[in-house]
């Protein structure tokens, strides 16, 4: 009898999970069309202002930041995904319902004076709170409340980016490294669908451009876009890396009192100035100018990629607030054009792909990348997405822009990690040359062989 029955109670469960879903969806996609219409808003009200305006605004604007997170909300730090994350995997997703808005907030005063960072962790973390939110209106258990939530980030990212598939994927596989919940993919879809509807509906647009054409297809073109997904993941470590020093700063110079925490986003804002002073204003903020301009095919500076990492990296790592996908977009899409002419590849195209291939490597989520890409772009670049993607993500190795990813999956026998921990808390091992380690296991294989043989 139980097997007669089997299919009405699974078609229950998919009954529930799509209103559930599509319900805290469409709150979600109010919720954050109205918080990014109130930044595009800011942004434009500070956007012509000049440099010594600039020169107030940065550190005043990173004083007010450091006070709402500091008294406020020390969850909304950062770039606002990473702390769902953690919340998903260590609170059964219990958000405070005041993150929201003080996300927002915390937001709006960094970028709209210049900070560099994106619109998607504080969109997330936003449709995460709402989430959570819901369950405690709705007393949910906690494995309920943890796919609620699961749900509000999808629709987050979809809210933002316009891409309800890629959204409803992205905001599972940043979860953990190598582990895709499939029992949340249609729950998490018809969450990004209803958000994406919502969004559309109020006025929120996403203008990206087509691909006309499809490359042609042959070997220099295959080893074009692997080239060019090694040089992502590389750029994309590099950013990990700086990130993880002004965080690692940031706690030395708060710890036991020394520094007052809000005064770390002041000397975010401090350094940001100086770098204006240094390079101009292009990598602060969002810079969609700076994206669009790659994308559309047009040449952009040899070296801007790296200022957006080293700007993203302040702001960030010192405790502004903000979303990191945006800045991945941007590191990519300039990094794909400099190295466009050198990889023998049009701009436009290869911008398109190094967005996607960063991206799809300091998130570790190759599978949203790709998806997010042809979502984006159309699907005449599908092949080269994944040409490029998958070297990006396992150039970075064990390393995340969400540091609380879980480890699901081993990139490499030779960069041994722990599964089933955060990759914050996965045991760093010092590794010897490449070198040595082939020469250790070439002298290690016959002796093995020999003992392991059976005597007669």
């Not at 018809?190 to 042609?216: D, F």
């Not at 706690?251 to 770390?264: G, I, Q, V, Y």
């Not at 047009?298 to 070296?303: E, L, R």
Request: with cysteine; proline share 7%.
């Amino acid at each position: 009898m139980r097997k007669i029955w089997e299919p009405l109670f699974m078609g229950r469960q998919l009954l529930l999970w799509l209103v559930l879903g599509g319900f805290t969806g469409a709150l979600v996609g109010v919720v954050v069309t109205y918080f990014l219409k109130l930044l595009f808003w800011s942004i434009s009200v500070t956007a012509h202002w000049p440099l010594w305006a600039l020169g107030l605004a940065l550190p005043g604007g990173g004083l007010v930041t450091g006070l709402l997170i500091h008294y406020g909300a020390p969850d909304a730090a950062g770039h606002g995904t990473e702390a769902v994350i953690r919340a998903v995997h260590q609170k059964a997703g219990q958000i405070n319902w005041k993150v929201a808005p003080i996300k927002a907030l915390a937001t709006i005063t960094t970028i709209a004076v210049g900070g560099s960072a994106g619109k998607e962790g504080p969109s997330a973390q936003i449709g995460a709170a709402v989430a959570s939110f819901l369950a405690d209106v709705f007393r949910f258990s906690p494995d309920r409340r943890r796919r609620i939530v699961i749900c509000g980030i999808g629709a987050g990212f979809a809210a933002v980016f316009g891409t309800p598939v890629a959204g409803a994927v992205l905001g599972i596989e940043v979860l953990a490294l190598g582990d895709l919940w499939y029992d949340m993919l249609l729950p998490s879809a018809a969450s990004a669908t209803a958000a994406y509807e919502v969004a559309h509906l109020l006025g929120l647009t996403w203008n990206y451009p087509q691909q006309q054409a499809p490359l042609p297809w042959s070997f220099s073109v295959v080893g074009s876009m692997i080239g060019l997904g090694i040089a992502a993941g590389l750029a994309s470590y590099v950013l990990v890396l700086l990130m993880e020093g002004f965080h690692t700063l940031s706690r030395h110079l708060t710890a036991e009192r020394r520094w007052w925490p809000p005064l770390m986003p002041f000397l975010a804002g401090v350094l940001l100035f100086l770098l204006f002073a240094l390079v101009g204003r292009v990598p602060g903020g969002l810079s969609l100018g700076l994206l669009i301009q790659a994308l559309a095919g047009h040449s952009v500076g040899p070296w801007m990629w790296w200022w957006k990492i080293l700007f993203v990296a302040i702001t960030l790592g010192l405790g502004m607030s903000g979303g990191i996908i945006t800045p991945l977009f941007v590191i990519g899409a300039t990094l794909g054009a400099t190295l466009a002419h050198p990889l023998g590849l049009p701009v436009a195209d290869a911008a398109a792909v190094g967005m996607m291939a960063v991206t799809g490597a300091g998130a570790n989520a190759p599978i949203a990348a790709i998806l997010m890409g042809m979502e984006i772009f159309g699907s005449l670049l599908a092949p080269e997405f994944l040409l490029a993607v998958i070297p990006a993500f396992i150039m970075i190795g064990n390393h995340s822009v969400y540091p609380s990813q879980l480890v699901r999956l081993q990139k490499s026998p030779w960069v041994p990690v722990t599964p089933g921990v955060p990759l914050e808390n996965s045991p760093t091992v010092s590794l010897p040359p490449p070198w040595k380690i082939k020469r250790r296991r070439a002298m290690d294989s016959s002796p093995r062989t020999d003992r392991t043989a059976k005597k007669p």
